[in-house]
T-cell receptor, first 114, second 113 residues
Framework: EAGVAQSPRYKIIEKRQSVAFWCNPI?????LYWYQQILGQGPKLLIQ????????DSQLPKDRFSAERLKGVDSTLKIQPAKLEDSAVYLC????????????FGPGTRLTVT | AQSVTQLGSHVSVSEGALVLLRCNYS??????LFWYVQYPNQGLQLLLK??????LVKGINGFEAEFKKSETSFHLTKPSAHMSDAAEYFC???????????FGKGTRLHILP
């Protein structure tokens, strides 16, 4: 079974630039999550999708972050414009719905904003 | 609201010694509890989970954890540390209602030769 795929693995941008991350969850997993993990901290949920609908985006900074999962499969997270404090690892995870199942994580995208 | 507290952001043990990573949780309903491990430049991987039933849970790589409701704890142990156990460990809690997991801040485990 293929795991959660994410790309790119690393990205360096200047502040005020834009960036996009892509995630492809495990096949058949209805629920998809984007987390932000700042160095030395645990993952913080940014947004949760079930199929192509948003379940929770209460911690997503909507003035600069956006995410979509148009066909209920893969997802894109965008930051525009980036700030220095956005430097972090962005993790994507997926799970079958109706849990509490374990969440399966991708390898993450390490973003550095200079 | 649920929360997780991991005691000690860094723990060092000698190779072959007992590993003990502490986790306390807060939950208004019977919790589901998880331990995840994160190796450098990788995502999180499930070590073990408690949902219902037996309170002593065995996971991968020789780790186990015991759910103690009276102490609101879910400490992770391994009898004998190996160099390959050096990683970041996260305790997490869920109420099982909305597929959300709340993570602790993590404990970095260092193994001394």
């Amino acid at each position: 079974e293929a795991g959660v795929a994410q790309s790119p693995r690393y990205k360096i941008i200047e502040k005020r630039q834009s960036v996009a991350f892509w995630c492809n969850p495990i096949s058949g997993h209805a629920t998809l999550y984007w987390y932000q993990q700042i160095l030395g901290q645990g993952p913080k949920l940014l947004i949760q999708f079930q199929n192509n609908g948003v379940v929770d985006d209460s911690q997503l900074p909507k003035d600069r972050f956006s995410a979509e999962r148009l066909k209920g499969v893969d997802s894109t997270l965008k930051i525009q414009p980036a700030k220095l404090e956005d430097s972090a690892v962005y993790l994507c995870a997926s799970t079958p719905s109706g849990g509490p199942y374990e969440q399966y994580f991708g390898p993450g995208t390490r973003l550095t904003v200079t | 609201a649920q929360s997780v507290t991991q005691l000690g952001s860094h723990v060092s043990v000698s190779e072959g010694a007992l590993v003990l990573l502490r986790c306390n949780y807060s939950s208004s309903v019977p919790p589901y509890l998880f331990w995840y491990v994160q190796y450098p430049n990788q995502g999180l991987q499930l070590l073990l989970k408690y949902t219902t039933g037996a309170t002593l849970v065995k996971g991968i790589n020789g780790f186990e954890a015991e759910f103690k409701k009276s102490e609101t704890s879910f400490h992770l142990t391994k009898p004998s540390a190996h160099m390959s156990d050096a990683a970041e460990y996260f305790c997490a809690v869920s109420d099982g209602r909305d597929d959300k997991i709340i993570f602790g801040k993590g404990t970095r485990l260092h193994i001394l030769p």
